[in-house]
């Protein structure tokens, strides 16, 4: 038998939560890096305007209409839904809410997160569709 | 073999090094140490979390799912003339740099930075990324705002 201590740092009795609980870990934190780094993309894209005229920054965001850019756009929407409800989850915790039901807990916040990429989702791809009905030709 | 035989009687010692204080709370006390971020590291990414929740949801949902289209320097404009999205797009330039570089920061001290003197030396270096990237933001959208 192992001491409380040494079980509650090796998550002994996990169970499937042990593998579930290492992929929310793991994914949180990939998608926490993507975020810093298109935060810092993001500021770089609006502040073009400001070297270089209006024109810089409308002709970026002309190319962001691309297809491929709203399909990467949807990547990042996951990104955020995915981050921001595990980190429901992990608020939840600090405050001791939903501790006994921490399972419960999470399969909730996913599928709010997953509820709303469909939202994004429908947009995204009417969007494609209505303005690049003729096919996904050449960027712009 | 029962807990007695190992030594570990009830509440149980904490491994050296790692739990300096008694776990006496809900929390244990070696997530606010200051090898993992400290106190108000873990504070300030709670703090702009919500705030993050909150502004990038109207942010995104306003970009995106109401005002879907072709952007453009003059239609961020009209935006950024109601001063409800000034104090949204401010906000969550502020909340979004301390969250991100604090996680990133996190990150680092997970794997690196063993000694006192090196992690207070990343805090001041994220400070000062931090503020300059604070202020060229608010200096980007300067021209919006002030139109």
Redesign the interface.
């Known amino acids: 038998?192992v001491?409380?201590?040494d079980a509650a740092?090796t998550n002994v009795g996990a169970g499937n939560w042990k593998g579930l609980g290492m992929w929310a870990w793991l994914l949180f934190?990939i998608a926490?890096?993507v975020?810093?780094i298109y935060?810092?993309a993001h500021?770089g894209v609006?502040?073009s305007?400001?070297w270089s005229g209006?024109s810089t920054?409308?002709s970026a965001?002309?190319l962001?209409?691309h297809p491929l850019f709203v399909l990467l756009?949807l990547l990042l929407?996951w990104a955020?839904l995915f981050h921001?409800l595990n980190?429901?989850r992990i608020?939840l915790m600090?405050f001791?809410l939903g501790i006994h039901r921490h399972k419960a807990v999470f399969v909730v916040c996913m599928a709010v997160a997953v509820v709303g990429l469909g939202?994004?989702a429908l947009?995204a791809f009417s969007?494609i569709a209505a303005h690049h009905a003729g096919g996904l030709g050449g960027l712009v | 073999?029962?807990?007695q035989a190992?030594g570990?009687s009830?509440p149980?010692?904490?491994?050296a090094g790692t739990d300096p204080a008694p776990t006496t709370g809900?929390?244990r006390p070696s997530v606010l140490d200051s090898s993992r971020g400290g106190m108000w590291g873990w504070l300030g990414q709670?703090v702009t979390?919500?705030v993050?929740?909150v502004g990038?949801l109207t942010h995104?949902v306003d970009t995106?799912?109401f005002n879907?289209?072709?952007?453009?320097?003059l239609n961020?404009g009209d935006r950024l003339g109601s001063s409800f999205f000034v104090v949204i797009d401010i906000s969550l330039?502020a909340a979004?740099?301390f969250h991100?570089?604090n996680?990133?920061r996190m990150?680092v001290l997970d794997y690196w930075l063993q000694t006192r003197a090196s992690r207070v030396a990343l805090t001041i270096a994220l400070w000062v990324l931090g503020s300059a990237?604070f202020v060229?933001?608010l200096?980007?959208?300067w021209?919006w705002i002030a139109k």
Do not use: C, E, Q
């Open positions: 038998m001491s409380p201590v740092a934190r926490g890096i975020l810093v935060l810092f500021i609006i502040s305007a400001r209006h920054l409308n965001l002309t962001f209409d756009d929407v955020v921001a980190g429901v608020l600090d001791g939202f994004f947009k969007y | 073999m029962n807990a190992t570990h009830s149980p010692p904490a491994a809900r929390m709670r979390a919500v993050l929740i990038l995104i995106h799912l879907l289209g072709h952007l453009s320097y961020i330039l979004a740099i991100g570089l996680g990133a990150v990237t060229y933001g200096w980007a959208l021209p």
